[in-house]
């Protein structure tokens, strides 16, 4: 089952320094660079944009790596 987020959604994904917990900034369908990294996600295997609430950065995960906060 594929999760459906929306930006504003509020989340929480595990780091390797531990838990963080942010929000949903877009859903990725494209091959996109965020802060140095290349994303390779599809239409059919989104992925989802979060800015960190603690540190105001912003990642791409994949849907599995995140749950609603």
Do not use: F, I
């Not at 877009?26 to 994303?39: A, F, I, L, M, Y």
């Amino acid at each position: 089952m594929t999760k459906t987020l929306k930006a504003g959604d509020h989340v929480k994904w595990n780091t390797p320094q531990g838990e963080t917990k942010g929000e949903v900034v877009r859903k990725v369908t494209s091959t996109t660079k965020v802060g140095g990294h290349e994303v390779k996600a599809t239409k059919d295997e989104p992925q989802y944009r979060v800015k960190s609430d603690k540190t105001g950065k912003e990642a791409v995960h994949k849907p599995d790596a995140l749950k609603k906060a």
